[in-house]
């Protein structure tokens, strides 16, 4: 689950699963929080999108 603020912008992210792919998901969120990003919501509730994609952005 991805979270944004007023503006846009990733401040939050939260997962739960098996294996290490949420980890991974939530320390790649975490990158985006860092960069300030707004990723488009729509690349956020695709499952298709990856978010290491959105890094390059």
């Known amino acids: 689950m991805f979270h944004l603020d007023a ?3 990733l401040v939050a992210a939260s997962g739960i699963g098996p294996g290490n792919a949420i980890a991974r998901d939530v320390k790649l969120a975490e990158m985006l929080i860092a960069r300030q990003a707004s990723p488009p919501p729509e690349a956020l509730a695709d ?3 990856q978010l290491k994609a959105l890094l390059k952005g």
């Open 7 to 9: 503006a846009g912008r």
């Open 47 to 49: 499952p298709g999108v």
